[in-house]
């Protein structure tokens, strides 16, 4: 198990105890599906850090300064690994990126998408060239992988808060849903079964707070 703590770095469970593994600011961790020893933690702004070896000793590799140019993201920049292929992740900085090696390179997979950089990515599980990507404000698609560039997806148009998240159905690759921010009553959750072209608001019986995932 691993876990990051803002101001706290990240840490892993070795029974009874947890231990350092990366210090600033801990963010998302990811076990590798098929090989546990390949390990991810990351860092404010975009810091990916990889171990082989299950944090056993300090082999640890700063896999983001392979990404061509060291872009620098949000403050938890996201990151996802493919569901079949364990080797390839994806990360979004004001641009996604794809690496086939577990970051040891990357490719740059879509045109420049945002100014204030990509706060949420999400692959479908049953077609794995269906990517989903937002920053607070706008939702982009792409529907071969990234060869060629990502289009806007419409949001609800009476949303007047940043996006929090987004998740895609496992079985289906047109059925997601994003949640909001901020303190507008009955806007928190909207889902879409046709890839974004259309949205249902779904938000009933929630509590006027800020959702933050789903």
Known sequence: VLTGLQDNGSKIFKNPVWEDVSGGDGMECIVDHSNSNFMYVTQQNGVIIRNSNGFLNDSAVT?????????????????????????????????IYKTTDRGNSWKRISQSLSSSYIRNLAIASSDTNVLYASDPANMFKTTNGGATNWTSVDTPADTSYYMTYLAVKQNDKNTLWITLGGYNDTMKVFESTNGGDNWTNISAGLPNLPIMCI
Do not use: E, F, R
């Not at 300064?65 to 900085?93: E, Q």
């Open 63 to 95: 896999i983001s300064d392979t990404i061509p140019g060291k872009p620098k993201g949000a403050w938890v920049t996201p990151y996802i690994m493919n569901p079949y292929n364990s080797s390839i992740l994806y990360a979004g900085y004001d641009t």
